[in-house]
């Protein structure tokens, strides 16, 4: 066997700070902690996984939202959110409901502020055994795959109950007397995973969005799919609860247009097209059409488009022009159809907006705050004549939906290219 | 020597339903039991430390009754880890969600968690301590295609401290990004955008460039690949021993000759989007036939694409390349007139806003279809179809320019004949599992980047080269890969030579290695080649174990003696009074989806009896008739999504062919063929599994008692004829 001879020099640097713990976000955390480097992960809310746990099927491999890529010693086994174990990885610091207040220091030795929320409920201590939750409405499982395995507590539904379940929680897990704090870490590098909104389109008047009840945004609409939800994945009326026969989907709501974000939202259309796969094909054939102007299902995901047509789905090209709200429930969607230069009706049970998706709140600041570029909003890359997109600034990197809409498959691509540059760097 | 197991039963804070009584009495009666304790919180420091205490008892055997080993086994393991002590021996039963959870009767729950934990202790009885083991290999990448991808991928692998020879068939590196004229959205031109990277490849000195060399064929396995390929001094193969393989040999254009309406290959003046690139950067925008100014331009859109008869997919960068084209045009002659027909514009994110800016700079867009290219008086004229106007056009451009499909270079599924990577239907490598593990392909050590896999914006090839160098590195550990031997060990005496594991391996671990030395009197009955398994290369699915006819493959934590064991010890007193199903469901997909079930708290029948295996792939047809054997009234198989497998490979498939085979002979013999089954979920969809245990339960009272209960088994064969 050759040995190589190969010069390694170690440079010994502190901990990464890793922003939003979406699919993103946990790719990368598993990634640098098994390769020995400490890694703190925040997110401001309660469970982790981010958009994912709430979307319910993903394009391309039509099964579930939550996972993500497992780990270097079990290699290549991908891991539930449920089962990813984050509060026992030994060098994963994991904050939830956490946030950054404020960041300085200098590239290499980042003085980051953090806004650690009350911790209500101690993860490691709680068995989901049921007891509090069965006790009082301010605790609740968010997901059964949520991550922390661990009961939520909403302060603002605080009742006796709450009171009860604190005392008597068999782990003592629950600590209503909790408070918000604050600390300052230093890192020597910051991945920023923030991801992305989803657009309510409630400012756009000829959608009716937020006025009537029946017309929803994709996200919604997912959430209705999803058989743990309330409805148990039968898709109903949020007006009536009746069941829902006839679908119409709005493609490029806020995006590819100026009043809005010039730019195209990117997978909006394999997105919708997925739903409207499993609506016409697992949900007793309820009819879909499509208004759209383009319809951008690239590369494989063509096969959305061609088995959605397969499926009956009607395809209309040309925008809406007004929605009208029936006493019955339904809804009439006044269409102008530039393929047959006409105006159409069509009477609707439910209105989808495929609603552009925008940078999250928080987005600004961390760009501003680290000097980096903005790509329309999202952080851009440091010098696009590299093509490394990943690369943010000087110890600052970028992935998943920060970078601007991204698929899952290219959000942990772009999770484990970060890996590897800050690994480089430390070589 | 004692060969029980201390059991630890645990009450999660006294809040299952169980018969604990019941349960702590039935297991001390049991042979292979030894100490039971009853704690309130395994999973909490307390229960940790009294886990520690209990492995001590019986040379590191134990089992725990408690919620899902997906959660607290983490935990356990590390803990006993910082101790210095063994966790490979536990073995978990799920009496939470798998049990108390989801049964409402806590007397059957009893039941069930009892038999699952007699199983337990009959699997612990035979188990063995694993331990980690190490090996170092060669730290040395081959890199095969020198476009900016597979550069990318030398220069990350370099930087992480890897030797890498990087081979490039052509005279020079760079592959296709240097023949373009501008990226977006940097605007910059492709050779720019290569430069830094050719000067990094030239001061590395870790990284060997070979030009004009040729990979004919690679063998071997991870850590130790052989490279066969032939270079231009040389006529003779060479070979070159290498840990991993990176494929990157990119993508070529579809050359359109056969569509006849285009006139493409008898109209010079047709040309293809490349071929259009490749002018623009030598600064020859002229008729090729002539040597005329170019004014008028047409742009036909997926050429080849998003066709039945050619390729069916979209080749995603065709819309910006003939965007990005038509600006350059414009740049360097504004009077030129650009016309593009399409069907839709595809341009992702900010690359709309390129496109806005070519319709604001007059390129004219035009929906439909061109349905004829034809020459006269030496002008081309081009007849399209305008479908928001419904009426035909027809023009006399200069140069008609086809954005032409991209498809994979030639030579990948060549590779693939010794390599064993999959590819896809459309001819690109394909990707471990579609969702989440780009870059990775079926095959240990080997990944694929940049357009070999799909067609890709340079940004993404680069980011794809970038994570890649993380994948190999995540396997190679520098050279040094230090590791717990879990998985598929072979007796090589055993081994028949059959090659079934060497065949059907979903990551292509055993090879079969030709017996030189093989002394055998008789000629005819030597053995020519037997198989190698490296365990520490294992995936740890029981495929091989499965499939091998003569037991020479096994888990080293699930041998077949120790999953016999535990069916005959599951099923204890099964009868037709209390028909049993037994399901035996993956540790990935089907777990999850069994676990999900239970933290949702739905009901089903308790009359399931569960059997966890690491992969559907790794239960045998005599492992489901052994489970008929002991009693079960029907079995079922829980498996992950067709081609979702997570090992990557063909572990669920190779289950259907075990339960196919298993029906047959249920039917052949009389005992009828439905009483096994295979279901495939996910956790997204829990009722998945509630419907199909329901169906087998269902099943088995519809079916009545087995041969086995009516002790006629064994007399099949008068009944057969
Ligand atoms: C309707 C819809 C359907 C989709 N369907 C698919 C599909 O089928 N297949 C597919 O591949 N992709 C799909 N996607 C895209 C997919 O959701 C994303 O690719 C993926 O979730 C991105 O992951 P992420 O980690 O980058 O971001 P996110 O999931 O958005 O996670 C970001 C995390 O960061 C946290 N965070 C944000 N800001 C801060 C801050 N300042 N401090 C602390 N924490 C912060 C958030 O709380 C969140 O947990 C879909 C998207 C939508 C909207
Ligand atoms: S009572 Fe305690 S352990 Fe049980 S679910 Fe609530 S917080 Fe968790
Ligand atoms: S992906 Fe489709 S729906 Fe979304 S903005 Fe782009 S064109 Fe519009
Ligand atoms: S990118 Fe555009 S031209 Fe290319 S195949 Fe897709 S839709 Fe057709
Ligand atoms: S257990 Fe699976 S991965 Fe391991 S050698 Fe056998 S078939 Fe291959
Ligand atoms: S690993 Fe878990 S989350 Fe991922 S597809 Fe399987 S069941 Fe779903």
Redesign the interface.
Known sequence: ????P?E?ILVVTGPVLVIGAGVAGMTAAV?LA??DVKTILIDRKTTIGGNALEL???F??????????GN??R????K?F??S?MI???NIDLKISTRVKGISGTPGTFLVNLEVGPQYVDPR?C?????CTDASEAFH?VS??CQP?AVSYNPERADDGAKKAEED???GAINLSATQTEETITVSDIVIATGYHEMKPSTIDEYGYGKLPNVITQLELAQML???GESSGALLRPSDGAQVKSVMMIQCVG??DENYY?????ICCVFALKHASIISKERNNSRVSVVYM??????????YY?ETRDAGVEFVRGRVSRVEAHKDGTLDVYVYD??L?KYLKFVVDLLVLSSALEPPEASNELISSLGLNS??GYVG?AD???????VAGDHVYACGGAL??AE???S???A??V???I???R? | MTNKSPVLLCTCGKQLKLDYDYLETEISKLDLAGSVTVHDFGCQDSGLETIAELIGESEARLVIAACTSQKIQPRIDQYLQSLGKDSSRIAYVNIREHSAWVHKDPSEASKKSLDMIRGALARVEDSKSIVSETKEIPNHVTVIGGGIAGVETALSLSNLGYRVTLMERESSIGGHVVQLPVIAPTGKSGKEIFSSRLKALENDKNIDVMTNTTVKFIEGEMGDFLAHYISPDDEDEKTLQTSAIVLATGFKEFKPTMIDEYHYGKNPDVVTQLELSRMLTEDRMVRPSDGKPVNEVVMVQCVGSRSEDYKRDCSKLCCTFAIDNSLEILERNPDANVQVVYMDIRVPFENEMIYKESRERGVDYIRGRISMVWENDNTTHVRIYDSLLNQYLETTPDLVVLSSAILPSDGVAELSETLGYALEEDGHVKDLYGKLRRTETRRRGVVAVGAITRPQFVFEAVTDAQAAALVLHNELHGGKIEKVARGAVLNVDDCVGCSLCAQQCPRGVPLMIEQTDAEEEDEAQKILFKAAIDTLNCHSCGVCQSLCPSGATQLNFLSNSQLWSEIEAVLEGADHEYPITVCFYCEECSVSTIDIVGTQRMEYPASSRLIPVPCAGRVSIIDILKAFEHGASTVMIAACEKDRCHIGGTGNEIAQVQIDVARDILNAIGWKGERVDMYRMFSAEPDRFTNAIREMVKRAQELGPTPVHKGTAGKWMEAVE
């Open positions: 066997m050759i040995i190589y190969v390694v990634e098994d390769n319910y099927k993903a391309p491999t039509d099964d579930c939202f939550y996972c993500f890529e270097r010693w290699p290549g086994i991908r539930c449920y089962r174990a026992d990885q030994p201590k068995t989901l055994c049921g007891l499982l059964p795959q395995q929680c068999p782990t999803d058989p743990n995006s590819r010039p730019f195209c939202s990117k383009d319809i951008r299902t690239y590369d494989r995901h063509e096969r061609r530039s393929l230069n790509a329309s890359s696009p004549l590299s093509e490394n997109e990943v601007g809409p899952v498959p290219e942990v691509n772009q484990r290219a890996v590897s540059k690994l480089q760097g070589k």
